[in-house]
C-alpha cells in the first residue's frame, strides 16, 4: 500500500522569504503521479503544482516549484516570495497510474505566511 | 476548465433525517468522481469512488448503507447520508477525476451539521 508523510505539522514564513514544505512517499509502482494541493481558510482544495514520476525535470508553476527525488521517494515542494494568500494547509498527495486512481493524501502541513 | 461544483455549501438538520448533497462537473464529463470526508485539521479521508452507470466502491469501514452514493450521469454524483446522527457532523468534499493523469479537481465542501 503507498504511503505519503508530511514531517512537518506547521510552518510558518515571513512574507517575500522561501519556504520549502517536505513531502516523503512509500510505494512499489515505478508509474504514478504526485500533487500538491492548498487548502485555505475556505477548505477549496486547490491543485498547486502536478509531477509525472516518469519526468526527470522537476515541475515549476510560477512561484511554486518541487524538488523530486525519485529515487529516494521526495518530493518537496518550495515556494518563493511567499505571499499572504499563501497561508493554508499544503497536502502532499499521490496516485498511482492506471489502478484504482485514488489520491493518498499525507496528513498536511499548516503554513502561516506572516507580514 | 475543471470547475466542481457542490451542493449545499451548508445543511443542518435534525437527527434521524437524511440528507443529500450533489456533486457536479459544470465543464467536463466525469466518469469517477470521489466522495471524502474531512474532520477539524485533519487530512481527507476517502469514503467512497463513484462510478457513472455502477456501484460505489466504498472504503473500508464506511457503511454504504448509511452513505448512499448515486452517480446518475457524466456531470453528476449525489451522496445521502441517511438516518443522520450528530456524529455523522462533518465536512464533506466531492472531487473529479479529469484526463490522463489522474488529477482530481474539488468541490468547494459541504459542512454538514446534525443536531
Known amino acids: 500500500a503507498q504511503t505519503v508523510t508530511q514531517s512537518q505539522p506547521e510552518m510558518s514564513v515571513q512574507e517575500a522569504e522561501t519556504v520549502t514544505l517536505s513531502c516523503t512517499y512509500d510505494?512499489?509502482?515505478?508509474?504514478?503521479?504526485l500533487f500538491w494541493y492548498k487548502q485555505p481558510p475556505s477548505r477549496q482544495m486547490i491543485l498547486v503544482i502536478r509531477?509525472?514520476?516518469?519526468?526527470?525535470q522537476n515541475a515549476t508553476e510560477n512561484r511554486f516549484s518541487v524538488n523530486f527525488q525519485k529515487a529516494a521517494k521526495s518530493f518537496s515542494l518550495k515556494i518563493s516570495d511567499s505571499q499572504l494568500g499563501d497561508t493554508a494547509m499544503y497536502f502532499c498527495a499521490f496516485t498511482a497510474q492506471g489502478g484504482s486512481e485514488k489520491l493518498v493524501f499525507g496528513k498536511g502541513t499548516k503554513l502561516t505566511v506572516n507580514p | 476548465g475543471a470547475v466542481v461544483s457542490q451542493h449545499p455549501s451548508r445543511v443542518i438538520c435534525k437527527s434521524g433525517t437524511s440528507v443529500k448533497i450533489e456533486c457536479r462537473s459544470l465543464?467536463?464529463?466525469?466518469?469517477?468522481m470521489f466522495w471524502y470526508r474531512q474532520f477539524p485539521k485533519k487530512s481527507l479521508m476517502l469514503m467512497a469512488t463513484?462510478?457513472?452507470?455502477?456501484?460505489?466502491?466504498?472504503e473500508q469501514g464506511v457503511e454504504k448503507d448509511k452513505f448512499l452514493i448515486n452517480h446518475a450521469s457524466l456531470t453528476l454524483s449525489t451522496l445521502t447520508v441517511t438516518s443522520a446522527h450528530p456524529e455523522d457532523s462533518s465536512f464533506y468534499i466531492c472531487?473529479?477525476?479529469?484526463?490522463?493523469?489522474?488529477?482530481?479537481?474539488f468541490g468547494p465542501g459541504t459542512r454538514l451539521t446534525v443536531l
Open positions: 472531487s473529479a477525476r479529469w484526463g490522463l493523469r489522474n488529477e482530481q479537481f
Open positions: 463513484s462510478n457513472e452507470g455502477s456501484k460505489a466502491t466504498y
Open positions: 510505494t512499489s509502482e515505478n508509474n504514478y503521479y
Open positions: 465543464d467536463f464529463q466525469a466518469t469517477t
Open positions: 509531477q509525472e514520476a516518469y519526468k526527470q
